[in-house]
């Protein structure tokens, strides 16, 4: 490890990507600031996967004790038609994950994920400096006076000045606007419905009880929209996506609560398995807009950096924001704990020409798969669901690829091997 003590890097931003950055940096030596808007620390309550390349990054972090202990472990990825249930689509995952990609592919609870991050981040027995986390921080000034040491301004007047500044403050993020890097984010037209369904309600219902019989992660394809559904918790609940054409109101309020009426509406004339699953959403349904960046060439303005959905928000077709957002923690971890101050600059440079490619490529395929799963039915759609039928250990889109994730070539995080007992 390089002797990278003397600085100090200043993360904008509490969320996934963002306390995943600052658990990497700690581990490298460096002294980190977390600056967080929100009254208190905390995520949505909604499901989240990592596939390999995520669990790669947080095992890297030495916390697979901690991910055993909330994770829920699906068996296989199952893709459904929406008239009547039929599978086109079957991908083993549970163990076949750890043997091809040296790490597993699980579910959580966001929260559960969130507070396990947030832990490790204020552990004092842990390596590194504590990071020193600040609620009720928004940001909104940036002062570049001196270039190699900025400062963020929050908005009761506090400065927080240090060698590298990175972004992590998502979608809609602050820190781009004032580094004036230009608006690349595009409205997809579509929002998508979030649900936790209780797991005793699921498995009390013959028409539902399926899926608790075996765990899967669930995609039903449909005409213009699609659903997600998988197990977390240990099968406490059922997460639920339903990716719908937007309505004027969601787009124009980003986020609006929803009902479980509304869900079932979304989906007339599907499989009955669809509506009796969704009928026990009772409470905490939201509707999201959903919004990604075209390929993004500006991360990066002198010791000013951004990360995750500041810089690559895509579309969730893949399931891959969080864990893109935790790939560019490690790299970004790997490359600023090589220098010393006086290479900061270089070292963000490498961590935009190892990341951005890689991103761009996930943003790309997360897009083409709104295509791909919401094929009207007719030609397309029966080669789409035969070319699924037929393939052979792989989706419409290669994961080989995706879940092997950005090489790491640096010693201290390259040890990332995870032996599991068979």
């Known amino acids: 490890m390089a002797s990278s003590q003397s600085f100090e890097v200043t993360v904008v931003g509490g969320g996934l990507g963002g306390l995943t950055a600052a658990l990497a940096l700690r581990h490298r ?16 309550g909604a499901g989240i996967q990592t596939a390999p390349n995520a669990s790669r990054v947080l095992m890297g972090l030495g916390l697979r004790r901690q991910m055993e202990a909330i994770r829920t472990e699906p068996l296989d990825q199952v893709r459904r038609r929406w008239t009547d249930g039929r599978i086109v689509g079957l991908t083993s995952l549970g163990q076949r994950c750890k043997d091809e990609f040296n790490a597993p592919y699980w579910h959580y609870h966001r929260a559960d994920l969130h507070r396990m991050l947030l832990e490790a981040c204020a552990d004092p027995a842990g390596p590194g400096p504590v990071v020193v986390v600040h609620t009720s921080s928004k940001v909104v000034e940036m002062d570049r006076t001196d270039p190699v040491r900025p400062v963020v301004v929050t908005e009761d007047g506090r400065r927080h000045g240090a060698d590298v500044i990175i972004g ?15 608006d690349t984010l595009l409205f997809s037209g579509e929002m998508a419905y979030r649900a936790l369904i209780p797991g005793d309600l699921i498995a ?17 394809y449909g005409p ?25 109101a969601v787009r124009e309020n980003w986020t609006l609560p929803a009902t479980a009426q509304d869900l ?5 004339g599907w499989d009955d398995r669809v509506p ?7 409470e905490d349904v939201l509707a999201f807009a ?11 303005d002198g010791r000013v950096a951004l ?13 891959q924001g969080a864990s893109q957002a935790m790939e560019d923690a490690a790299v970004l971890a790997e490359e600023l704990g090589a220098v010393t101050a006086s290479g900061i600059e270089g070292a963000l440079r490498r961590y935009v020409d190892r990341r951005a490619k890689h991103a761009g490529m996930v943003q790309d395929a997360s897009l083409a798969n709104k295509t791909f799963y919401h094929l009207a039915d007719g030609p397309e759609q029966r080669a789409r669901d035969e070319k699924l039928t037929n393939f052979d250990g792989e989706s419409d889109v290669s994961y080989d690829w995706l879940w092997s994730g950005t090489p790491l070539n640096d010693p201290d995080l390259g040890a990332f091997s995870y032996q599991f007992a068979r």
């Open 29 to 44: 030596g460096l002294r980190v600031t977390v600056l967080e808007q929100a009254a208190e620390l905390g995520e949505v």
């Open 168 to 182: 992590a403050d998502g979608v809609r993020s602050r820190v781009r606007d004032l580094m004036g890097a230009p």
């Open 204 to 220: 009390a219902d013959p028409a539902t009880r399926w899926l608790v019989d075996r765990y899967q992660s669930t995609i039903w």
């Open 224 to 248: 213009d929209r699609h659903l997600v559904h998988y197990m977390i918790r240990g099968g406490d609940y059922l997460n639920v996506v339903a990716c719908v054409p937007c309505t004027d």
């Open 264 to 268: 079932v509406e979304a989906f007339p």
């Open 276 to 282: 009796a699953m969704l009928s026990k959403a009772k």
């Open 290 to 300: 959903l919004y990604y960046r075209r390929r993004d060439p500006v991360w990066l």
């Open 307 to 319: 990360l995750g959905d500041a810089c690559h928000a895509m579309l969730p077709y893949q399931a």
